[in-house]
């Protein structure tokens, strides 16, 4: 387990260095676009909720990069036939978490942001909204000689449920908190700090920095 979490992250770097460039200049464009419409249109900037923005942004660049990676995506073809895949790893082996939990872990986030957005009631919008994306993500996959696999997208839809489950249990959480703990302020130099020590960690996998 230890072997195919660092791998995860081995994985995880590389696509982080692959794509700093693009991720870099993306990003830069979107915030500065998005002080100045702030800022001509006199909205109140609330820096966490922009904050979430950008990570939700970073997070599809990443998902992407993850997704259609050769090592990871490197059987081509088709599978219609829901459970298949999934019965077909041995619980525990390190296919298991890569191409069951990993599909299922790998998506929680997805389901946590847009529930931020969507602040829905119900779980049916995150459903609908992660069958399209994964479906849409699996499309692109045998387009490109990859593989399309209905499990995936099982699998997937899972991990938004989760990544939505754990949105309304932070809500529900947030309500009991002290009155202090609820202030936007907090939350503004938490996501600061976060800020900081990704440009810090970013500017390391560029060389710019020694860490």
């Given at each position: 387990?230890?072997?195919?979490?660092?791998?995860?992250?081995?994985?995880?770097?590389?696509?982080?260095?692959?794509?700093?460039?693009?991720?870099?200049?993306?990003?830069?464009?979107?915030?500065?676009?998005?002080?100045?419409?702030?800022?001509?249109?006199?909205?109140?900037?609330?820096?966490?909720?922009?904050?979430?923005?950008?990570?939700?942004?970073?997070?599809?660049?990443?998902?992407?990069?993850?997704?259609?990676?050769?090592?990871?995506?490197?059987?081509?073809?088709?599978?219609?036939?829901?459970?298949?895949?999934?019965?077909?790893?041995?619980?525990?082996?390190e296919q298991?978490?890569?191409?069951?939990?990993?599909?299922?872990?790998?998506?929680?986030?997805?389901?946590?942001?847009?529930?931020?957005?969507?602040?829905?009631?119900?779980?049916?919008?995150?459903?609908?909204?992660s069958v399209?994306?994964?479906?849409?993500?699996?499309?692109?996959?045998?387009?490109?000689g990859r593989?399309?696999?209905?499990?995936?997208?099982?699998?997937?839809?899972?991990?938004?449920?989760?990544?939505?489950?754990?949105?309304?249990?932070?809500?529900?959480?947030?309500?009991?908190?002290?009155?202090?703990?609820?202030?936007?302020?907090?939350?503004?130099?938490?996501?600061?700090?976060?800020?900081?020590?990704?440009?810090?960690?970013?500017?390391?996998?560029?060389?710019?920095?020694?860490?």
């Open positions: 387990m230890i072997e195919v979490i660092q791998r995860i992250m081995d994985i995880i770097a590389e696509s982080i260095d692959t794509m700093w460039p693009m991720l870099t200049i993306f990003l830069v464009v979107i915030a500065t676009v998005r002080i100045a419409a702030i800022k001509s249109n006199n909205e109140e900037l609330v820096f966490y909720k922009e904050f979430i923005s950008l990570l939700f942004i970073i997070y599809v660049f990443l998902l992407y990069e993850l997704l259609t990676r050769t090592e990871l995506n490197f059987v081509s073809g088709y599978n219609l036939v829901p459970f298949t895949e999934i019965f077909r790893y041995r619980i525990g082996s298991f978490y890569f191409n069951v939990i990993g599909n299922i872990v790998i998506f929680i986030p997805f389901g946590y942001f847009i529930s931020t957005y969507i602040k829905p009631n119900r779980i049916l919008p995150i459903l609908i909204v399209i994306s994964s479906a849409t993500v699996e499309f692109v996959q045998f387009c490109i593989s399309f696999d209905v499990d995936d997208i099982i699998l997937n839809a899972l991990g938004s449920i989760l990544g939505f489950l754990i949105y309304v249990s932070l809500n529900a959480i947030k309500k009991y908190l002290p009155s202090f703990l609820k202030q936007d302020l907090i939350y503004n130099i938490l996501c600061f700090i976060i800020l900081i020590i990704m440009i810090l960690y970013l500017l390391g996998r560029m060389g710019v920095i020694s860490l």
